[in-house]
């Protein structure tokens, strides 16, 4: 074989090679390209409920990233995720509420799908109350009720049987006073008194009030002994008024009497009686109080001596 020609056979044998290494058989790396991982899809819903529901929404994550704020109704749609399972988590939600459910879910994402997951939360309102009501008992009650002052603030009327609503109200500890209550009332218990208001509820603080007479009395008796007595009975006579009868072994008792000192004396008795001690005497009444006094009175016997006319 010339050299020519057997360079011909390996020009040859050197292009099978090659063109067997560039097209390769279809079971190595140098087949043709997979093309891109495929992927899914998440969308989050959020429903709030309640009495104060949190205006400014919730935060979400995909895999603890992604963060993404939406309110209630609304929803978003997390997108390219792999396939597999993810961790769809809620945050920033307000503290008068809870998420009814598991804060932290996992969910399956599928290969050209859109998984669906839905947070409801519900709130309470972020306020309270405090419900007052006020009993009174006794004699000369404030007509013109009391106030009911709620942390030193302005003052409410209230009646002295009546009741109110205090709203609006953190929650925590605060004071309830009742004031503008007259001097012969007491209130029972502590006043003020601390009421601990939790939000959405309604605590209550009741005020029992008694009260005492503003005014006093006399409570005036008569004990008569001896002969004779006088039958028709006496007089009793406070601070120069009107007589008021009493029976010469009886009582009466004048009352309404405003606290302070009074001359009480026993009039009407018969000439042939005497009382013993000081007629009239001071007497001091004091407010709510009945103050007795006792006058003893002793008859003798007398006889009428008749004279006839002279013819």
Known sequence: MTIDRLAGVVLAASLVLTITLACGDGDGDGGGSTGPDPT?????????????????????????????????GESTTYTGLSVGQHEVAISDVAGNCQVLGEVTRSVSVTADQTATVTYAVSCAQD?????????????????????????GGAPAAIGINGSMTAGGLTPGDHTVALEDVASNCSVAAGNPRTVTVVAGQTASAAFAVTCSSLSGSIRVGAVTSGEDLDSDGYEVVIDGGVPSPIGINGSMTAGGLAP??????????????????????TVTVTAGAETPVTFDATCRYHCLLYTSPSP
């Open 260 to 281: 302070g000192d009074y001359s009480v004396e026993l009039r009407g008795k018969a000439f042939n009686c005497d009382v013993s001690g000081n007629n009239p005497r």
């Open 127 to 151: 306020v309270g109350s405090v419900a007052i009501s006020v009993s009174t008992v006794g004699e000369d009650q404030d007509a013109d009720g009391y106030e009911i002052v709620v942390d």
């Open 40 to 72: 899914g899809s998440i969308e989050v819903t959020l429903t709030v409920a309640g009495d104060a529901p949190d205006a400014d929404g919730c935060v979400f994550t995909v895999d603890g990233a992604s963060q993404r704020r939406i309110v209630s």
